[in-house]
């Protein structure tokens, strides 16, 4: 099984993505995660934008995924629930275990129709970068607590 994160635009910030890399290659051992993006639209007009991002968005995911969009509005969990839902999900699913963070303008109503699941990661707004940390440190967290390694405390 194979977790992909799919995010609007690349890492602009050297310090987040080196972060989130830091996780990634923690989480290496236990489970395979990939980064892919998708090209953010230089398209002055947000609602345009949005819809062109999301027409990017779905080209990247296949039929059989499991896509999870990550959305304030969308339900929450701690840490431990992630674990078992992440769990549950890998064992259920057929193909990737696709999350999907949006764009400055959030995402297009076709992505959102395509989505399995919403997560919020805070009811907060915050930047794409930041929440690409954050997933990638909770998916190295679920790792851990799964395995029973010490790190969850």
Known sequence: MKIIILSVGKAKDGHCAALADRYFQRTAPFLKVGL??????????????????????????????????LDEGGGETDSLSFARWLSARLDDSEGRIVFVIGGAFGLAGEVRDRADHSLSLSKMTMPHELCLVFLAEQIYRACTILRGVDYHH
């Open 36 to 69: 892919e993006s998708a090209p953010e639209s230089k398209d002055g007009n947000a609602a345009r934008k949005v819809e062109r991002e999301g027409k990017e968005i779905l080209k990247k995911i296949r039929e059989r995924d499991y896509v999870v969009i």
